[in-house]
Structures are given as structure tokens and as C-alpha cells.
Nanobody
Framework: QVQLVESGGGLVQAGDSLRLSCAASGRSFSSYAMGWFRQAPGKEREFVTGISSSGGIKYYADSVKGRFTISRDNAKNTVYLQMNSLKPEDTAVYYC???????????????WGKGTLVTVSS
């Protein structure tokens, strides 16, 4: 069982930056692809970004490409999400997820964190 704990969410203004962290337990962290998903009020959960187990391959949704950056530090069992130029439409609960597969499909992810709320005001 892998435990994931997100942190770093909060209230910011449009144009600001924020960095989210996801701390993972277990000795097999380096074997998992990691992803960030988000869910806004009244909407379905959507893919934001993902990274391969070694960190060599990254994926981004078109809505965040050029503004968000995902990275991981396997020595620290941690994955990060750097968010720049935040927009009100980025407001959502952000979830960290781990998967043995690298499809970046929500249904293929094996473990999920509880989420952290990001609110971006106009």
C-alpha cells in the first residue's frame, strides 16, 4: 500500500505562482509513474500532468502547457507541481496519483492522495 500526501495548496491571485508537493511512502516509489489531476466544483476530474518513473518523460494537458511544470525527486520520494501564471479557471482540488502503468488515464492509476485545494482569485 502506497500513501500519498499532497501539500502546498492555498489562496492566490491571478498571475501568481504556487508549488505543490506530493510525498509518497514505500520503497517502490521509483517504479511508479506519477500524475496530477484536478477537479473543479461541479466538474469531472481531469488530467493535468504526469511524469514517468525515471522522470525522463513528461505529459501536459493543453490547458496548462507552458505554465505548469512537473518534476520528481526519487531520493526524496516526492513529486512536485510548479504552477505559474495561475488563472481563475485553475481553481480546483488537485490530486496526486501513482500508477505502475504510464497511460496517465485516471482509471489506470493505483493510488491517490486526498487532494489539496488551490483557489485563484481574479
Amino acid at each position: 500500500q502506497v500513501q500519498l500526501v499532497e501539500s502546498g495548496g492555498g489562496l492566490v491571485q491571478a498571475g501568481d505562482s504556487l508549488r505543490l508537493s506530493c510525498a509518497a511512502s514505500g520503497r517502490s516509489f521509483s517504479s511508479y509513474a506519477m500524475g496530477w489531476f484536478r477537479q473543479a466544483p461541479g466538474k469531472e476530474r481531469e488530467f493535468v500532468t504526469g511524469i514517468s518513473s525515471s522522470g525522463g518523460i513528461k505529459y501536459y494537458a493543453d490547458s496548462v502547457k507552458g505554465r505548469f511544470t512537473i518534476s520528481r525527486d526519487n531520493a526524496k520520494n516526492t513529486v512536485y507541481l510548479q504552477m505559474n501564471s495561475l488563472k481563475p479557471e485553475d481553481t480546483a482540488v488537485y490530486y496526486c496519483a501513482a500508477g505502475i502503468r504510464s497511460t496517465m488515464r485516471a482509471r489506470d492509476m493505483d493510488y491517490w492522495g486526498k487532494g489539496t485545494l488551490v483557489t485563484v482569485s481574479s
